[in-house]
Every structure is written in C-alpha cells, then in structure tokens.
C-alpha cells in the first residue's frame, strides 16, 4: 500500500466514522465521489486559491464532514430548493449534494475563477440538478427568479451575521430557513444581528453546537426561520450590506 492510499483510507475512516455518528451511512459510490472531489480540490489549488487545508484528513474533517454537519438542523435535503451563498470550493453545498443526490442545488460564489472549479467537480462527479452563478447575492436577492424561493440559504465562513442575513433571507420562500456555520463567538454576533433578522423578515435565531472530529474549536449552526415578508429594499445593492451593517 502507498503513502497516498494510507493516507486516504485514515482520512476516508475520519468522514465515515463521523457521520455514522450522526446518523448518515455514506456509501462506497459517495466515498469515491469524496475521493475524487479531494484530487480535483488539491489539483486546482496548485493554481486557484481555495483553500490553505491540504492535508487528507483535514479535508475529510474541517471541510466535508463540517459541510455534512448542516444535515444535523436541515435533516433529509432530498427534494428541498437549497443555494449556497458565496460557495468558494463548494461547502457546504456540494458534500450536501454528494449525500442527497435529490436536492436542487445553486451555487453562487461572485469570482469567476472559482465557479470554474465548481463546474469541473460537478462535470466530474456527474452531479444533476446544480447550478453554478458567477453571481453576488445582492444582485440573486433583488431578481425574481431566485428571490423568495428556497427552502434553505447556507452559507459557511462569509461575512457577519447581520450580513448575511441581508445576503440570505431574502432567497428563502416563506417558511424557509437561512442556515449560517458559525464559529465559537456565534451566539454574541447573533445576538448583535436581532434587529436585522427581524427586520428583514427572520424570526428568533436558534443555535446548534457541533463538535468535529479531533477539533478542540466547535462549531455552531445557526438557524433562522423566514417568517415574514422582506421588505423590497433589501438586498442593497452590493457592497453595502457589508459597509453598513443593518441595525449596526
């Protein structure tokens, strides 16, 4: 056996192991799509940068199974409307994919450069149903082909929470959640954004603590319920939710 097969049969055992633990049995066919997502992500970082995690079983831990971590608020996505907002590599969306074939998926992720990857994974893996916009989600919040109708807004590691709720929350349909993946100081930022989620139309934020693999720093997801209407002003156009922060 060669360095690089240990290397990924103890990676590969990190992503199994650890969504057993919360209830997902992944298949050999999804291993292998992970498998092949890992070669195409370190290939393309030679080049790209998407990410500064290169070591095997990093990958399997800090980025798909932190991905697969959504599933513990979103449950079963099969047949949900999902868009991943500022989706750089991929995460959470496409190991989300990976796991529910059935999901409708958009990826928006606003370089270019970066949505030319997605493409080459989703081409790769021979993933249905996704869609790939060199978009900012300013501009996807204010178009009514994307404005009001998702089940889930996911984003992981972009901007503050009250941010992202102007990025998010517009895109859910009523009902719908906004789902954030939030470090150790997410319940303070998301105390600071109550005015803002209220605002555009959230109700009260819940928050879930997950503990990955190995990781001494947990994870939080955080939840937020679309249970009024967005006013038709937000998103601003963009670049100013991010300069002036709603209820900042």
Same mark, same amino acid.
């Given at each position: 056996?060669?360095?690089?097969?240990?290397?990924?049969?103890?990676?590969?055992?990190?992503?199994?192991?650890?969504?057993?633990?919360?209830?997902?049995?992944?298949?050999?066919?999804?291993?292998? #799509?992970?498998?092949?997502?890992? $070669?195409?992500?370190?290939?393309?970082?030679?080049?790209?940068?998407?990410?500064?995690?290169?070591?095997?079983?990093?990958?399997?831990?800090? #980025?798909?199974?932190?991905?697969?971590? /959504?599933?513990?608020?979103?449950?079963?996505?099969?047949?949900?409307?999902?868009?991943?907002?500022?989706?750089?590599?991929?995460?959470?969306?496409?190991?989300? =994919?990976?796991?529910?074939?059935?999901?409708?998926?958009?990826?928006?992720?606003?370089?270019? =450069? =970066?949505?030319?990857?997605?493409? @080459?994974?989703?081409?790769?893996?021979?993933?249905?149903?996704?869609?790939?916009?060199?978009?900012?989600?300013?501009?996807?919040?204010?178009?009514?082909?994307?404005?009001?109708?998702?089940?889930?807004?996911?984003?992981? @590691?972009?901007?503050?929470?009250?941010?992202?709720?102007?990025?998010?929350?517009?895109? /859910?349909?009523?009902?719908?959640?906004?789902? @954030?993946?939030? %470090?150790?100081?997410?319940?303070?930022?998301?105390?600071?954004?109550?005015?803002?989620?209220?605002?555009?139309?959230?109700? *009260?934020?819940?928050?879930?603590?997950?503990?990955? *693999?190995?990781?001494?720093?947990?994870?939080?997801?955080?939840?937020? $319920?679309?249970?009024?209407?967005?006013?038709?002003?937000? *998103?601003?156009?963009?670049?100013?939710?991010? =300069?002036? *922060?709603? %209820?900042?």
């Amino acid at each position: 056996m060669t360095r690089k097969s240990r290397s990924w049969n103890v990676a590969v055992s990190f992503l199994a192991e650890g969504a057993a633990a919360w209830g997902l049995e992944l298949t050999a066919g999804q291993l292998a #799509h992970f498998a092949r997502y890992q $070669e195409l992500l370190l290939a393309w970082n030679e080049r790209l940068n998407l990410t500064a995690i290169t070591g095997p079983a990093d990958i399997q831990v800090r #980025h798909f199974l932190d991905s697969l971590s /959504c599933t513990l608020v979103t449950g079963d996505l099969t047949g949900q409307r999902v868009v991943d907002v500022g989706a750089g590599a991929g995460f959470p969306g496409l190991p989300l =994919k990976i796991l529910y074939p059935g999901l409708q998926l958009v990826l928006v992720e606003s370089v270019v =450069k =970066k949505t030319r990857f997605l493409e @080459a994974v989703v081409a790769d893996l021979g993933l249905q149903d996704v869609a790939i916009l060199a978009e900012r989600a300013e501009t996807l919040g204010q178009q009514a082909t994307h404005r009001g109708r998702y089940d889930w807004a996911v984003a992981r @590691a972009v901007a503050a929470m009250a941010v992202l709720a102007e990025y998010l929350l517009p895109l /859910c349909r009523p009902g719908g959640r906004m789902l @954030a993946q939030k %470090g150790p100081g997410a319940a303070e930022e998301t105390q600071a954004a109550a005015e803002a989620i209220r605002l555009l139309g959230g109700g *009260p934020a819940s928050l879930h603590a997950v503990r990955l *693999p190995g990781r001494e720093e947990g994870r939080v997801l955080v939840v937020v $319920e679309k249970v009024g209407e967005t006013p038709a002003r937000y *998103p601003r156009r963009p670049g100013i939710p991010a =300069k002036r *922060p709603l %209820g900042g």
